[in-house]
């Protein structure tokens, strides 16, 4: 179950797990959570290369309380250069939670143009266990499944403890899907996690000496072919780091003073489909919607 356990920097009967495990007891019982991650993604298919980055910050308040507030900003790029057209108008996103509505404004003015800029600031109910299910998964980059650590060290700099691990291939679904499910509104065919094989992740873990995870990182390779055994395959390398920004402090939740402006999704979707009754104003209600599910599928 749990194999190559090893200790480097600590006497003997240090249990690597055990510092893990505390860490991240001290970690779930934060009422507060200032978070920066970025995940960078690499694809190779025989000679062609292309590279997607999310990066995100996310500040959140009442974890523990119950009165969620959260302030997250979401930034894409493919090949270094940001996504700025009308397919994916997700890449410079804005979203926000308080008063038991997540708020969303996509639409960059522009690239979308003012009159987009209307139908680009959205708001609907949501209960804390949905919005901590799509912005709280994130964090899942510090869950380590202990069936499927192959390797687990633990070193010491200073009143640092990092923890190094490695994972067994087999035992890594939940991996992909967090991955899959942070890209899946920019990456298309990598949203089904099943066609994938993980062939090496390795991490590491930086504890502060408060004993508050501060940082992770995370590297990955894995591949998928694309049908049957003569089909190209494609390869993938990603890189994950997250860091926790002051742990234990108190953190500031800054939200817009324009909330009250965001058009209510349900009654947008109505108003589009009454104001647009041909095939194209159709198409136009359906493209809200895949937006809509798209912003909240992709922050996690």
Same mark, same amino acid.
Request: aromatic residues 8%; glycine residues 8%.
């Given at each position: 179950?749990?194999?190559?356990?090893?200790?480097? +920097?600590?006497?003997?009967?240090?249990?690597?797990?055990?510092?893990?495990?505390?860490?991240?007891?001290?970690?779930?019982?934060?009422?507060?959570?200032?978070?920066?991650?970025?995940?960078?993604?690499?694809?190779?298919?025989?000679?062609?290369?292309?590279?997607?980055?999310?990066?995100?910050?996310?500040? =959140?308040? +009442?974890?523990?309380?119950?009165?969620?507030?959260?302030?997250?900003?979401?930034?894409?790029? =493919?090949?270094?250069?940001?996504?700025?057209?009308?397919?994916?108008?997700?890449?410079?996103?804005?979203?926000?939670?308080?008063?038991?509505?997540?708020? =969303?404004?996509?639409?960059?003015?522009?690239?979308?143009?003012?009159?987009?800029?209307?139908?680009?600031?959205?708001?609907?109910?949501?209960?804390?266990?949905?919005?901590?299910?799509?912005?709280? +998964?994130?964090?899942?980059?510090?869950?380590?499944?202990?069936?499927?650590?192959?390797?687990?060290?633990?070193?010491?700099?200073?009143?640092?403890?990092?923890?190094?691990?490695?994972?067994?291939?087999?035992?890594?679904?939940?991996?992909?899907?967090?991955?899959?499910?942070?890209?899946?509104?920019?990456?298309?065919?990598?949203?089904?996690?099943?066609?994938?094989?993980?062939?090496?992740?390795?991490?590491?873990?930086?504890?502060?000496?408060?004993?508050?995870?501060?940082?992770?990182?995370?590297?990955?390779?894995?591949?998928?072919?694309? +049908?049957?055994?003569?089909?190209?395959?494609?390869?993938?390398?990603?890189?994950?780091?997250?860091?926790?920004?002051?742990?234990?402090?108190?953190?500031?939740?800054?939200?817009?003073?324009?909330?009250?402006?965001?058009?209510?999704?349900?009654?947008?979707?109505?108003?589009?489909?009454?104001?647009?009754?041909?095939?194209?104003?159709?198409?136009?209600?359906?493209?809200?919607?895949?937006?809509?599910?798209?912003?909240?599928?992709?922050?996690?």
């Amino acid at each position: 179950m749990f194999a190559g356990v090893s200790v480097s +920097g600590f006497a003997a009967e240090t249990d690597p797990w055990q510092v893990y495990e505390e860490a991240l007891t001290k970690q779930n019982e934060l009422d507060g959570m200032d978070m920066s991650m970025s995940t960078a993604v690499s694809m190779m298919i025989e000679d062609q290369i292309n590279d997607i980055t999310l990066d995100m910050d996310c500040q =959140m308040n +009442g974890l523990q309380s119950g009165d969620l507030e959260m302030a997250a900003t979401m930034n894409y790029t =493919m090949g270094g250069e940001q996504l700025s057209d009308t397919m994916n108008v997700l890449t410079n996103a804005r979203m926000y939670y308080t008063g038991g509505y997540l708020y =969303m404004d996509m639409f960059d003015a522009d690239v979308m143009g003012e009159d987009a800029v209307d139908y680009g600031k959205i708001k609907y109910p949501a209960d804390i266990d949905s919005v901590m299910a799509q912005f709280g +998964g994130s964090t899942d980059i510090m869950e380590l499944n202990k069936e499927a650590i192959s390797e687990l060290t633990l070193e010491e700099d200073g009143d640092t403890k990092i923890l190094r691990y490695a994972l067994n291939a087999d035992n890594t679904n939940s991996i992909i899907e967090s991955v899959m499910g942070q890209l899946g509104n920019v990456s298309g065919s990598m949203s089904n996690a099943d066609l994938y094989q993980i062939t090496e992740c390795t991490g590491t873990m930086t504890i502060n000496s408060d004993g508050y995870i501060e940082s992770q990182s995370m590297d990955l390779a894995m591949n998928v072919s694309l +049908g049957d055994e003569d089909a190209e395959t494609v390869y993938y390398s990603v890189n994950m780091d997250a860091d926790i920004l002051n742990p234990g402090q108190e953190v500031t939740v800054e939200l817009p003073d324009d909330l009250d402006s965001y058009s209510d999704y349900e009654a947008l979707l109505e108003s589009l489909q009454e104001e647009y009754s041909t095939d194209s104003g159709e198409s136009m209600t359906e493209s809200v919607t895949e937006t809509a599910e798209a912003g909240t599928e992709g922050a996690m």
